[in-house]
């Protein structure tokens, strides 16, 4: 079985994929930085014979899944990291690797999804990162902004009388008649805003949504666009397959 391993700043996503069936999921889930450790006893009796990470959230975190895998399932992981080139997708970057690995592999899955078509990469996630793809395969270039989770805890640290808004709270009307609803309405409006701004300029594209946030801020969007649940994952399993491997 192939581990998929999504290593992001606040949760570890993970999926079980069947090598013999690349299309197919056997199970997936998310926890925070803190349960990492109970992940063993899920994976162990999967039968883990491979496994490939995206990590962004440090090199703590990256020792400890290596210790984990190694002591947990004998597997030495495969770390995926942002290259000139893989998977059909050209990296634009002046300095490929710098590029976000998470946001490469998000690429990656959306361009496996909708190959030969033009994209903007959007995840909504501790930060929204907004990226363009060409229908040829290059990524162009990209956008990072504080997510919404993020604008709202800003706002709330520091100010001195607004409160902390969750983002999971009702949806207020664009002006807001109180001070939660103007401020949930204000930072949905900046990633909305921002969204829709890069389409623009990327005229044809298609936007494919992913992340946490991802739900909220597309229902804010006046745009058409297409929700996939954990991109990243989608782009390392196309990733792994791809020939040559990257």
């Known amino acids: ?18 090598p013999q069936q690349p299309a197919a999921w056997q199970a997936s889930g998310a926890v925070p930085h803190a ?7 899920t994976w162990r009796p999967a ?13 703590a975190l990256q020792a400890q899944l290596a210790a984990l895998l190694h002591d947990a399932l004998s597997v030495t992981p495969q770390w995926f990291v942002s290259r000139a080139e893989c998977a059909g997708l050209r990296n634009g970057y002046r300095e490929p690797a710098q590029l976000g690995c998470d946001r490469f592999a998000a690429m ?49 640290r520091h100010t001195a009388q607004l409160p902390q808004v ?13 001070t ?31 992340g946490g946030a991802a739900p909220r801020v597309t229902a804010a969007l006046s745009v058409p666009t297409v929700l996939i649940d954990h991109l990243v994952l989608h782009g390392l399993h196309a990733a792994y397959f791809a020939t040559p491997s990257c």
Not at 35 to 41: D, Q, T, Y
Not at 47 to 59: H, L, P, Q
Not at 113 to 135: E, K
């Open 1 to 18: 079985m192939l581990l998929l391993i999504d290593a992001g700043n606040t949760r570890i996503k993970w999926a079980l994929a069947d």
């Open 35 to 41: 349960g990492l450790a109970a992940l063993a006893s």
């Open 47 to 59: 039968g883990v014979t491979a496994a490939i990470v995206a990590n962004v959230a440090g090199a």
């Open 108 to 156: 990656i899955g959306a361009r496996s999804r909708y190959p030969a078509q033009a994209l903007l990469v959007v995840s909504c996630g501790t930060a929204t990162t907004i990226d363009a793809v060409s229908a040829e395969g290059d990524f162009i270039g990209g956008m990072i902004l504080p997510g919404l989770d993020l604008m709202l805890t800003a706002l709330a």
């Open 166 to 178: 969750e983002h999971d709270a009702v949806t207020p009307a664009l002006f807001a008649d109180r």
């Open 180 to 210: 939660d609803g103007a401020i949930f309405s204000g930072c949905l409006a900046a990633q909305a805003g921002a969204i829709e701004r890069a389409l623009a300029a990327h005229a044809g594209a298609r936007c494919v949504m992913s």
